[in-house]
């Protein structure tokens, strides 16, 4: 190892112990916890996960009870996070481990990587931050940490840049040190070495890093840019109860498979791409409407418009628009999906999970 990556692997070791964040999840090595939080950070920050690992664990404290719990309560454990396959991924892995394993995370890469939902990233995490392995653990900012150290020009998001940058991480560990290395990298990244504001003079490692001297701080990494989420409009109808449903609206349940599986939402339909906000009246709107819940089988006949909303996925964006509608028949359906139709008031709430999309909306009308 030459001085540039002994002085890195040093240094950045140096700096973590003594400004290592206090995080629920380093207070153990119990490789359980480490998996679960691996999962909850993919996509989501540091500060928003604390509180979810916490119940989370409270609640489904080893991998048996993660196993053996209903779906229902996981997702509903998950609500707020997004990307609810990570929890489904995790539920089915913890049934494998249970099953397999005896209920004990391996100390074994092929047999953790073989997991449901663990890819390389989370594999190379679980394996050298629960038992101390020298595997590399490179997210996106280890890559950054990296690019800008060794002033690398590769895309990042090719496979092989990737490829290159887990060697390079496999050989800046130092011995018997791979627990606290990985995540000193992982801390750099997101403490120091950030996206748009890399701060250099406190960074541990600035003296070399090749980025730095070279003015190029800002520039690196390449990356390709992403394309950006389709837009969809959709309508969605706030149909309230009466009667014995007074206080509830109606919601229905996703199907099993694909986005959002089995979650709860309000009803709504995809508007279709020649139609729109813009050049669509609010009448014309809500005949759209009345239209799409009768092919649903829902009788209902839209008043008025309430709010609108919007949610980003991965590779969609939602913009919705909410109508409050007057239920007049729900009609009986020709197959299995009648029974995903419930009402629901806040006490339902408690149980079913809902979108973060539908949960703002909800959660604004019941207050």
């Not at 509180?51 to 779906?71: G, N, Q, S």
């Not at 009803?267 to 709107?285: C, N, T, Y």
């Not at 109508?323 to 729900?330: K, Q, T, Y």
Request: hydrophobic share 40%; with cysteine; glycine share 6%.
């Amino acid at each position: 190892m030459d001085e540039q990556k002994r002085y890195f692997s040093r240094e950045l070791l140096i700096w973590y112990r003594a400004n290592r964040r206090d995080l629920p999840w380093r207070r153990h090595s119990n490789p359980y916890y480490t998996w679960v939080s691996e999962i909850m950070l993919q996509q989501t920050r540091v500060e928003t996960v604390k509180p979810y690992f916490e119940r989370f664990i409270a609640k489904f404290p080893t991998v048996e009870a993660l196993a053996d719990a209903p779906e229902e309560e996981v997702l509903k454990s998950w609500e707020g996070l997004g990307y609810y396959s990570r929890a489904r991924n995790l539920q089915a892995a913890a049934k494998e481990v249970k099953t397999q394993y005896g209920g004990q995370v391996p100390d074994d890469k092929a047999k953790v990587s073989a997991l449901k939902g663990i890819g390389p990233y989370t594999s190379g995490a679980i394996m050298s931050i629960a038992f101390n392995r020298p595997e590399p653990a490179v997210d996106g900012n280890v890559m950054r940490v990296l690019s800008r150290y060794f002033r690398l020009h590769d895309d990042i998001a090719k496979p092989a840049t990737r490829a290159h940058m887990e060697h390079l991480a496999q050989e800046l560990i130092p011995e018997g040190c791979a627990s606290d290395f990985n995540q000193a990298l992982m801390e750099l990244g997101a403490l120091v070495c950030t996206p748009k504001s890399p701060a250099c003079l406190p960074c541990p490692v600035m003296e070399h890093c090749a980025g730095r001297l070279a003015g190029e701080e800002l520039e690196l990494p390449v990356k390709t840019k992403a394309k950006p989420p389709k837009p969809e409009l959709r309508y969605a109808a706030l149909i309230a109860g009466t009667g014995e449903h007074a206080g509830k609206v109606l919601v229905r349940q996703r199907p099993a498979t694909g986005l959002l599986a089995k979650m709860w939402e309000l009803p709504h339909l995809l508007v279709p791409k020649q139609a729109g906000l813009i050049g669509m009246s609010e009448s014309e709107a809500m005949d759209v409407l009345r239209g799409g819940l009768l092919a649903q089988g829902i009788d209902a006949v839209p008043i008025d418009r309430w709010v609108d909303a919007e949610h980003t996925f991965s590779h969609i964006h939602w913009q919705m628009r909410v109508f409050r509608c007057e239920l007049r028949e729900l009609q009986e359906l020709k197959d299995k999906d009648r029974t995903a139709y419930q009402w629901a008031g806040p006490e339902e709430m408690e149980q079913l999970a809902f979108p973060n999309l539908f949960l703002r909306i909800l959660n604004d009308y019941f207050q």
